[in-house]
C-alpha cells in the first residue's frame, strides 16, 4: 500500500496572450496550470494538473487545496479501485459543481496525480498501466451512476474484454508507426494572413496531412483564411476548422454551408457546450461534415448524451477538464459503445502530454483501431516538462517513461509561478 | 448616472448541518452565502449574494474577487443596459466555467448586486422596477446568444408587451390575496418519521396544502414516508417529490412507478442536472406525474433544452446559480414561449426573499398566470434578512421596501462570518 503524506500546488503561468498563440473567437489566454503534487510514503511523487487560460487559475489552485486534503492519509490502491466520489459528491462543495467547471477541473488534477503516482509505483507510463489492468479493476473505478441508461458495467466489461484481442500486434505497430494527429498551430484567430500562409505551408512541407484553422471571426475573414490554407496544403489534406462555441445553432448551420466549399473534415465547437440538442441540428445540417466537440463538455453526462442524440462526429475528451483517468475511461467507453472516434483535444500546456496515453490505451483497449482517429498536437510549451511528447512526420511516438508524463520541470514552476515569479516581474 | 466605487466580499455561513435541516440524498449542508456588496457614488450599496452548501463558499467568494474589479468604476446604467458579458464572456475566465459552476454563481451574485443597486436608486421593490420598465430595455440586457433558436429577441418583445395587459389587475389581486406557494420544512430526509408526521400535521392546521418531501433513500423508506405524509395531508394536498439527483435514468422511472401510489404532483430532480435526455425519457415514463427541475440547472442554455424536448412540465428557475437577473429574465421568457409554469426554487439562505420578486414579476409581465405557479418556502434563517419575506395562510405577501431584499443584517455577518465570526468560534 502506497499513501499519500500530503500534497502542494502551484499556480504556473506562461505569458502567451501576448502573442496571439492560442487566440480563437472567444478566449485570449496566458496558458496555465494548476499543478498539484502528491507526495507519497513510497517516495514517488504525483502529478496532475489542469489546463487554465490565465485568470482565473488562482481559483482552481483554491479548489485544489479545498479537495487535496480529503486524500491525504488514504492510499492511492484504495482510492483508484473506485469512483473519486469522495470528491465528486462531497455533501458540501459538489454544490458548486456539481461536476462541472473549477471545481470539477481541479478534481481532475487531484485524480490524475493519484493514477500518476500509482503508474510510477508501477514503473509503467499510464497508457500501459491502464491497458494492463484487469477488467474488473478498470470497471471498478468507473462512475456508472448517470450513465448506466447508455452503457452499463457488463457492457464496459464486454468491450475491455474484448480489448485484449490483438493488443500486443496493436502495440507492435504504434511502436513501430507512432500515433496519428494533427497540427493547430497554422491557423488562430489572432495571426496575420502572411502567417497562416507561412505556417500552412511549413507545417505540409514537414508531413502534416491533417490541420486545424480557427473560425468564428466574421464570415468573410473565415471564408479568406479557409482559402489560403487549403491552397496552401491541397485537396487530400484534412482541414479541420474550429469555432469555439461562438455561433448560435443557425448561424452555425449558416456559415457552415459557405465554409463547405473547402471540404472541412470536421466543425469543432460549432456552438455552446452543453447544447445537446443544437449540436444535434447542426450535425444532421451539416453532414456529410463531422461535428466535434469535448474539450469543455462538462462530465460523462454531457457526451452520454452527445452519443445518444447522434450529435457529434468525432468525439474530443480532454484529460483534465472532467474528472481524470476513471471519468475519461467512462467517456472512450461510451464512444467504443456507440462507435464513434475519440480524438482527444490536447495544446494548451501539457494536454498533449497526457492525451498521448489516452489515445494510445483507448487504441490498444477500448476503441482499438486507427479509423479516424488523431491526436491534436501545439507546438507550445512541451519544453517545461520533463517528459516532453515526440513526434515524427506528424505522428506520436509511443512515450515509455512511468507515469502520464505530467511532471513540470522545477525551474519551469519556479520561473512561472505566478504572480511572484520571475517571468511576471 | 450611479458608478461602482468599491466593493466587498463576505463569507457567511449558518451551522445548520448538525440540525438535518436541509438534509436530502445528495446535501448535508452549512447553508451559506457568498454576500456581495457594492458601494456606488450615489450612497445606496448594492446586494447580491449566491447560496452554497457550507464548504466551498470560500472558492465563490474568491471567484467574486475576480469578477467585481471588473464592474468597479463603471455605471449601473450602463451595465444593466446590456448582457453581462464582461463577467460570462471573459476572454480567460470564461475558461474555468464557461457559464456553470463556481463562477456562474458568483457572476449571478455580483450581478444581483448591481441590479440591486439600479432598483434601489429607483426606490422601488426589484418585481416592480422589472415589471415597469419598457419593454426594448428588457430586452436589451438578456443575452439571446445559444438560445435564438428558440427564441428570439422579436418572440421576448412580444411576450412583454402582451405582458402589459391586464398588469395593473394582477398587481391589485396579489396585494390583495399574496402569490401561491408551498413549503419543504416537512420532510428533510435526515429526520425521523416522528418529527415527519408532527411536521406534516403542523403544516396542514397552519393552512398548507402543498407539501414537499425528500426521496432518494432506500426505496422502502421513501414509500413509508410518503405514506406518512399523505396520510396527514389528506387526498386534496398537493405532494411533491424531489430527489435531488440521485437517481439514474431507469432507477427514477422505477422509484416513481412505485411511488405514484401516492399521488405525487411531481418529482423533481430525479436525476443529473446535465441530463436532457435523461429528464425527456422520464417525462414520458411517469407523466401525468410533471417532472420539475432547475435549481443546479447551470444556465440558459439547460432550460432552452429541457423546453425544447418536453423534458419538464415545472421550471424551478435558481436566482442566483445563474448570471443573475439579465439570464433569469432569459428562462422566464423561455417558459413563457414553451408554455411551462415557473415554480422558483428557494429556500437555503435569502433565496426566498430573491424569487417572490421574479415569481411576482413573472405573473404580472411575463407568464402573466398563476396556474400551477407556487414560489417555495422554506421556514429558515429569514430573521437574517433587514427585508425578510411575509407569509399569510400558505401565500408571500408582496414586498414593498426597494431593492432585491437581499440586504443582510449587519450583526448577523459579523455573527456568522467564516472562519473569524463567534457562532464558529
Redesign the interface.
Known amino acids: 500500500m502506497t499513501t499519500i503524506t500530503g500534497f502542494e500546488v502551484h499556480d504556473v503561468r506562461f505569458p502567451t496572450?501576448a502573442a496571439g498563440d492560442g487566440s480563437d473567437s472567444?478566449?485570449?489566454?496566458?496558458y496555465s496550470a494548476t499543478y498539484v503534487t502528491l507526495s507519497t510514503d513510497a517516495g514517488v511523487t504525483g502529478t496532475g494538473f489542469t489546463f487554465?487560460?490565465?485568470?482565473?487559475n488562482?481559483?482552481?489552485c483554491?479548489?485544489v487545496r479545498?479537495l487535496a486534503p480529503l486524500v491525504v492519509g488514504r492510499s492511492i490502491e484504495e482510492l483508484t479501485a473506485e469512483p473519486p466520489r469522495a470528491l465528486t459528491?462531497?455533501?458540501?462543495?459538489?454544490?458548486?459543481?456539481?461536476?462541472?467547471?473549477?471545481?470539477?477541473?481541479a478534481t481532475g488534477a487531484v485524480v490524475n496525480a493519484i493514477w500518476d503516482a500509482r503508474a510510477k509505483v508501477a514503473g509503467k507510463p499510464m497508457w500501459q498501466l491502464l491497458a494492463e489492468l484487469p477488467t474488473d479493476e478498470l470497471v471498478s473505478c468507473v462512475d456508472?451512476?448517470?450513465?448506466?441508461?447508455a452503457l452499463t458495467p457488463a457492457e464496459a466489461a464486454a468491450i475491455l474484454d474484448k480489448g485484449r484481442d490483438g493488443l500486443d500486434d496493436r502495440l507492435a505497430q504504434l511502436r513501430a508507426d507512432g500515433f496519428p494527429s494533427y497540427t493547430t498551430s497554422v491557423g488562430w484567430l489572432g495571426y496575420p494572413d502572411d502567417k497562416v500562409r507561412a505556417l500552412s505551408r511549413q507545417a505540409y512541407a514537414e508531413g502534416w496531412r491533417a490541420m486545424k484553422m480557427k473560425v468564428g471571426g466574421p464570415i468573410e475573414d473565415d471564408l479568406r483564411r479557409a482559402a489560403i490554407i487549403r491552397a496552401e496544403i491541397g485537396p487530400d489534406s484534412l482541414l479541420m476548422m474550429d469555432a469555439n462555441?461562438i455561433w448560435?445553432?443557425?448561424e452555425a448551420i449558416a456559415n457552415m454551408t459557405r465554409l463547405a466549399e473547402f471540404d472541412p473534415y470536421w466543425i469543432e465547437e460549432p456552438?455552446?457546450?452543453?447544447?445537446?440538442?443544437?449540436h444535434a441540428?447542426i450535425q444532421r445540417a451539416v453532414a456529410p461534415i463531422r461535428v466535434a466537440t469535448g474539450e469543455?463538455a462538462?462530465?460523462r453526462?454531457?457526451f452520454?448524451?452527445l452519443l445518444?442524440?447522434e450529435a457529434i462526429g468525432v468525439m474530443q475528451v480532454d484529460a483534465c477538464r472532467v474528472a481524470g483517468i476513471p471519468e475519461v475511461l467512462a467517456e472512450l467507453l461510451l464512444a467504443a459503445k456507440f462507435g464513434v472516434p475519440v480524438c482527444p483535444h490536447a495544446g494548451g500546456v501539457g494536454l498533449c502530454e497526457l492525451v498521448q496515453h489516452l489515445a494510445i490505451f483507448d487504441y490498444l483497449r477500448v476503441g482499438t483501431s486507427l479509423d479516424g482517429r488523431m491526436v491534436e498536437y501545439v507546438d507550445h510549451l512541451h519544453e517545461h516538462f520533463t517528459d516532453p511528447v515526440r513526434t515524427r512526420d506528424g505522428r506520436y511516438l509511443v512515450p515509455e517513461l512511468p507515469g502520464y508524463s505530467s511532471d513540470l520541470r522545477p525551474e519551469s514552476i519556479a520561473e512561472f509561478s505566478f504572480p511572484g515569479g520571475p517571468a511576471w516581474n
Chains 1, 2 share one sequence.
Request: charged fraction near 25%.
Open positions: 496572450a472567444i478566449n485570449r489566454g496566458d487554465t487560460n490565465g485568470q482565473g488562482e481559483i482552481t483554491d479548489c479545498a459528491a462531497h455533501p458540501q462543495l459538489r454544490w458548486i459543481g456539481p461536476e462541472k467547471g473549477a471545481l470539477h477541473m456508472f451512476r448517470h450513465i448506466d441508461d462555441q448560435g445553432v443557425d456552438t455552446h457546450p452543453d447544447d445537446v440538442l443544437g441540428r469543455v462538462a462530465n453526462v454531457i452520454k448524451q445518444q442524440a
